[in-house]
């Protein structure tokens, strides 16, 4: 536990992930008032990776339930252990039935699912429930009781509640609205891209490797296409991955004129990609005037 | 209570829960132990943490701690980062592209150091606070206000420069960016401020919740509420859309029909040889929008088309159909492009054929002599139009044959429902024909429709 958004902030950067200032701030009162945080915001903006570091940074173990529809309690929460359970009956055979019918049902035949994992977890964890959007709403309102009272209800065992207080990070892609009885349980985050600044500075953390100038160039030039109405807008890895690609054409600055043909990295779908080759023809000529104008 | 004081603090958390803002007791428990225990965090900053809980909030947050605490800082960094532009506001000057190359993209760092600060706090000193109290002071609308501000301080002038400027070719696109940045945060500084004093003169949250985007018109929206009213549509008609009608149709594909194959094996003593399947059938069978696309009427329309588009998988079959004083069927358009292209389609049509005047009186009458009979009887006709007819004849009794004809028929109309009944208004003659008729002005508005006609 850090004593400062700042504190928060640097044990985060040395764990590779640079955070903006509200935004620790926002992350750091959730983990104060011990409340589970709700990150949303658009694909590829760094959610999942916020949770990694976070994990990192306070040196808990990482549990991952990835969500998606049709997700469900046995899948989430806990099973029951079917096939043990038979075997025990086979070596019953002698024994009285009073004897075997509770430990039936005890936490040996049980299966703990990711869910369970965290609550029953003796060491700290670090729940991550990754995009819960995608799950249905009938998981949704059963996560309510995990996310407000860290703890579960198994039918035939009771009540389970967490002996360490996991934290608990939910992301969201935003493709559906929450119910306000979940988001009033949560601290919100909305993370957008990263100010040029910043994502100079995550490029360098990421591709050390990578010229100053390229990088600084693609940032700005990325940073431009976000300004575009596209379907899809450039995430951060794609901008790192697109600084490698350039890097491998061994080319050392940006030049809208040999970018044709290497934007199928930054973006993924035809349309844009036509609608940004359209915008660079006007760049280029653009930039050629003001060249020549020095 | 710590870095705040408890009178605003209440008064905070009051103003912002009449403005539609949900903060719990909990809610409330916790900032009052975050105030106290880090003293150093800037309160604001805890309390749009922890009050907050949908991004679209954030707006109305920021409108709200500005009258309420009234802190200078109000502006975050998004919005004030593009201050040299609007020296050229000050000094009216032709647009200036010299200085601006060199922050391109984002602005912020050189533009700031390169020593012509103009921050919000100097726009402020701009806009004469004594001329917007007595403006609101004389009851004007908030959007006329606005408009009044503007052309006190030469703002259109200003962006009429920079329009053909950019229509010329002699600004760049980084410019025109910056340039449109500089509107927003001169556009928003003013509505905060006219927000302020209305707050003040009526004494009441009114004016904030009438400026929230669910409750003002949709034809006011701007870009970005016009997005969230999108993604906000399209999550209210997921639910409805997924919902399928009660009635089963046997077809190759689908879900395989229990009782169907039982039925066949009984002639085959037993078993069975063959795969039956079947599947839903949509429960509205056909449904015919009859939008008015002239000039005042654009912008709802946008709004219609994509509840429309939202829903396409319910419905079997859909007719769009727009008019002004004749109609044009545009349901292959629509329904293969982007909206944004069907609006410049409009405009260029509405030159074309019509005078621009909508006259619903023909318009029901070729709908009723040359389009009913290709209308199914099951079919549900969505109207949407203000009323307003140009003195036209009203010619209600086609609309009275073709809601004979159809099984329902509603009317979405965007005017207030006092408007209806003013002379040039022909709604008192049609509303007898319609199933239901419905005000359709602002995103609450559409939430409604989208939960009763679909």
């Known amino acids: 536990m850090q004593s400062s958004p700042l504190e928060l902030a640097r044990k985060l950067d040395e764990e590779g992930y640079l955070i903006d200032p509200v935004t620790a701030t926002t992350l750091f009162l959730s983990l104060a008032l011990d409340k589970p945080c709700l990150i949303e915001g658009p694909a590829g903006v760094g959610k999942t990776q916020l949770a990694l570091a976070l994990a990192r940074a306070e040196k808990r173990r990482l549990i991952r339930l990835q969500c998606y529809e049709g997700l469900d309690l046995s899948k989430a929460l806990y099973d029951w252990n079917y096939a043990k359970q038979l075997l025990r009956l086979q070596l019953a055979k002698t024994e009285e039935w009073d004897e075997i019918k509770f430990d039936l049902f005890s936490e040996e035949f049980l299966l703990s699912r990711p869910?369970?994992?965290?609550?029953?977890?003796?060491?700290?964890?670090?729940?991550?429930?990754?995009?819960l959007d995608k799950s249905d709403e009938e998981f949704e309102s059963f996560l309510l009781e995990l996310l407000a009272e860290r703890q579960v209800s198994i039918p035939e065992l009771g009540t389970i509640s967490s002996k360490t207080k996991p934290i608990v990070i939910l992301t969201s892609n935003n493709s559906r609205d929450f119910s306000d009885a979940l988001r009033r349980r949560c601290i919100h985050i909305y993370l957008t891209y990263p100010s040029l600044d910043r994502e100079i500075s995550i490029l360098r953390a990421h591709a050390p490797e990578l010229a100053d100038s390229l990088v600084r160039d693609v940032c700005e030039f990325v940073a431009k296409v976000r300004k575009l109405p596209l379907q899809k807008l450039p995430s951060v890895s794609e901008t790192i991955d697109y600084a490698r690609?350039?890097?491998?054409?061994?080319?050392?600055?940006?030049?809208?004129?040999?970018?044709?043909?290497?934007?199928?990295?930054?973006?993924?779908?035809?349309?844009?990609?036509?609608?940004?080759?359209?915008?660079?023809?006007?760049?280029?000529?653009?930039?050629?005037?003001?060249?020549d104008n020095q | 209570m710590g870095a705040m004081n408890g009178w605003t603090f209440i008064r905070l958390i009051n103003a912002l829960r009449q403005v539609s803002l949900s903060i719990s007791s909990q809610d409330i428990l916790d900032a009052e132990t975050c105030l106290a225990r880090y003293p150093e965090i800037p309160p604001k900053q805890i309390l749009r943490s922890l009050f907050i809980h949908r991004p679209q909030d954030t707006g109305v947050f920021e409108t709200v701690w500005r009258i309420v605490v009234g802190c200078s800082e109000f502006l975050n960094s998004e919005v004030s980062k593009d201050t040299s532009v609007k020296k050229d506001l000050e000094n009216n000057n032709s647009p200036g592209i010299g200085g601006q190359g060199t922050g391109r993209g984002t602005g912020g760092i050189s533009l700031t150091n390169s020593g012509d600060i103009l921050d919000s706090a100097k726009i402020s000193r701009m806009i004469s606070l004594s001329r917007i109290e007595e403006l609101v002071g004389s009851e004007q609308e908030f959007e006329d206000v606005v408009k009044k501000i503007l052309t006190d301080l030469d703002y259109?002038?200003?962006?009429?420069?920079?329009?053909?400027?950019?229509?010329?070719?002699?600004?760049?696109?980084?410019?025109?960016?910056?340039?449109?940045?500089?509107?927003?945060?001169?556009?928003?500084?003013?509505?905060?401020?006219?927000?302020?004093?209305?707050?003040?003169?009526?004494?009441?949250?009114?004016?904030?919740v009438r400026q929230h985007w669910l409750y003002k018109s949709l034809s006011l929206l701007s870009e970005e509420e016009k997005e969230l009213v999108k993604?906000?549509?399209?999550?209210?008609?997921?639910?409805?859309?997924?919902?399928?009608?009660?009635?089963?149709?046997?077809?190759?594909?689908?879900?395989?029909?229990?009782?169907?194959?039982?039925?066949?094996?009984?002639?085959?003593?037993?078993?069975?040889?063959?795969?039956?399947?079947?599947?839903?059938?949509?429960?509205?069978?056909?449904?015919?929008?009859?939008?008015?696309?002239?000039?005042?009427?654009?912008?709802?329309?946008?709004f219609l088309i994509y509840v429309v588009t939202c829903f396409r998988e319910r419905i079997r079959k859909v007719r769009i159909l727009f008019f002004i004083d004749s109609i044009w069927d545009v349901t292959e358009f629509v329904w293969n492009e982007e909206l944004t292209e069907v609006k410049q389609e409009i405009k260029s049509w509405g030159h074309k054929v019509s005078s621009g005047f909508s006259d619903y009186g023909a318009v029901f009458k070729e709908l009723a002599e040359k389009k009913l009979q290709g209308i199914s009887s099951q079919a549900v006709l969505v109207i949407l139009g203000d009323g307003k007819n140009n003195y036209h004849q009203a010619q209600a009794e086609y609309l009275a044959q073709i809601a004979e004809k159809v099984r329902k028929v509603f009317w979405l109309n965007p005017l207030e429902k006092n408007e209806w009944s003013e002379p040039d208004n022909t709604m008192k003659d049609y509303q007898i024909y319609c199933s239901k008729v419905y005000r359709c002005r602002t995103a609450r508005d559409l939430q409604i429709i989208v939960q009763d006609v679909f």
Request: with cysteine; proline share 3%.
């Open chain 1, 245 to 291: 690609a350039l890097k491998a054409l061994q080319l050392e600055e940006l030049n809208y004129a040999n970018l044709l043909g290497t934007l199928s990295v930054l973006l993924k779908y035809p349309k844009d990609i036509a609608k940004l080759e359209e915008r660079l023809k006007k760049w280029e000529t653009e930039s050629r005037q003001s060249k």
């Open chain 2, 231 to 302: 993604s906000s549509i399209k999550k209210w008609t997921r639910k409805l859309a997924l919902k399928q009608g009660a009635r089963w149709k046997s077809s190759k594909k689908g879900t395989i029909d229990i009782a169907q194959i039982i039925r066949q094996s009984v002639q085959w003593d037993g078993h069975f040889f063959k795969l039956y399947f079947r599947h839903k059938i949509p429960q509205v069978p056909e449904l015919v929008v009859l939008c008015d696309v002239s000039n005042s009427m654009a912008s709802f329309v946008e």
């Open chain 2, 156 to 208: 259109f002038t200003w962006i009429n420069s920079f329009d053909l400027a950019y229509q010329r070719g002699s600004l760049s696109e980084d410019d025109w960016i910056l340039h449109h940045n500089a509107r927003a945060t001169i556009i928003n500084e003013i509505q905060q401020q006219i927000l302020t004093v209305q707050v003040r003169h009526y004494n009441s949250w009114e004016p904030v």
């Open chain 1, 115 to 131: 869910l369970l994992e965290a609550i029953l977890s003796s060491e700290p964890v670090l729940l991550l429930i990754d995009e």
